[in-house]
Structure formats: C-alpha cells, structure tokens
Nanobody, 127 residues
Framework: QVQLVESGGGLVQAGGSLRLSCAAS????????MGWFRQAPGKEREFVAA????????KYADSVKDRFTMSRDNTKNTVYLQMNSLKPEDTAVYYC????????????????????WGQGSQVTVSS
C-alpha cells in the first residue's frame, strides 16, 4: 500500500511558476513508476508527465513539453513537477500516481496503468 500526498499548488499569474511535490509513504518507493495527471472542470483526467523508477527517463504530454519538468528523489520518497511559463489552460487539479507494473507495460501516459493516487492539488493560473 502506498499513500501519496501532493502539495505546492496555488494561484499564480500567467507566465509564472509553481512546483508541485508528491510525498509517498512506505519503503518501496523506488519500485514504482510515477506520473502526474490533471483534471480541469468539465474535462476528463489527462496525462501530464511520468518518470521511471530510477528517474532516468521522463515522458511529457505535448501540451507541457519544454515548460514542465518532472523529477524524483528516491531518498526522500518524493516526486516533483516544476511548472514554468504557466498558462490559464494549465488550470486544473493535479494528481500524482504510482504504478507498480507501469514499467513493464510501458503505458506511462495511461491512467489505468497506475495503482495509487493522491488527493489532488489545485493549480489556478490567472490571465
């Protein structure tokens, strides 16, 4: 069982930056692939970014590529999402997720490939 707690959301003006953190419980954090997803009002949850167990590879949605950076610190059981050049369309609740078998399926952008989810953190970007 893994518990995930996001933090770092808030209100920011367009063009600004935020860094989200996701702290995981347990002693097996490094065995999980991690992902960030987001859901805007009235829209489906969508993939944002993912990172492999070692942190050696990352994957991004086209809409955030070159603006967002995902990283992890396995010594702190934490993943991060650095968000720069934020746009109003980035406004959403952001969720982190952990997947035990995601590495084997390679389905990093597929929400069903993740086993555990955080409660979400609101990010609001004003124009």
């Amino acid at each position: 069982q893994v518990q995930l707690v996001e933090s770092g959301g808030g209100l920011v003006q367009a063009g600004g930056s935020l860094r989200l953190s996701c702290a995981a419980s347990g002693h097996t954090f490094s065995t999980y692939s991690m992902g960030w997803f987001r859901q805007a009002p009235g829209k489906e949850r969508e993939f944002v970014a993912a990172i492999t167990r070692s942190g050696g590879m990352t994957k991004y949605a086209d809409s955030v590529k070159d603006r967002f950076t995902m990283s992890r610190d396995n010594t702190k059981n934490t993943v991060y999402l650095q968000m720069n050049s934020l746009k109003p369309e980035d406004t959403a609740v952001y969720y982190c997720a952990a997947g035990a078998a995601t590495h084997y399926s390679g389905r990093y952008s597929d929400a069903v490939a993740y086993d555990y989810w955080g409660q979400g953190s609101q990010v609001t970007v004003s124009s």
